[in-house]
């Protein structure tokens, strides 16, 4: 391999010149919009009023498996039917169940979830109703869990890094193949 020098004018294309800041870009792109994917699917339903919870006991399968999440939606005790299911407070926990009866002359919810053999063995008072269950979507409550944890929130916002300094690298690379030019 012999040490040639080029003629005036003319200069050696770098191979992948143009084919890995492209990349770069596409890829930085890609995981930006993932993040604010995620976020917006976390953040969305909070904006339009329900509340989000994680399914973590078995008291509601088949119908509600465990690690999914509930999309709570604020309702008028008194327009909650038979067959609805409830998200409400039980001491600090959240519990959703099934209603089986609501009593409004009593101001209270007899309810049962769709595993358990009985029903509840205390009613809900109206007060601890934090609203209807409006739909529920299996496995996606275990992901949750994880990104709204600490651990989570930082890895989050690591993978965004990660995309923006992709983006900057992509720019930077393309910038010094113009001045080279």
Partial sequence: MT??????????????????????NIVGTLILLSVIGVCLLMAAPRMMDFEIYNIVSGSMEPKIPIGSVIYVEPTEPETIQTGDV??????????????????????????KGDANAGEDMNDVEYDALIGRVSRHYPYIGVYLEILTSNIGKIYIICFAACGAMLNILAGRMRERRRNRA
């Avoid at 040639?4 to 770069?24: D, E």
């Avoid at 407070?89 to 609501?102: F, K, Q, T, Y």
């Fill in 86 to 111: 409830i998200a409400f407070w039980s001491g600090d926990s959240v519990i959703a169940h099934r209603v089986v009866e609501n009593q409004t002359v009593e101001g209270k919810f007899t309810t």
């Fill in 3 to 24: 040490n040639q020098a080029l003629p005036t004018g003319q200069r050696s294309k770098a191979k992948g010149g143009k084919i890995i800041p492209a990349l770069c």
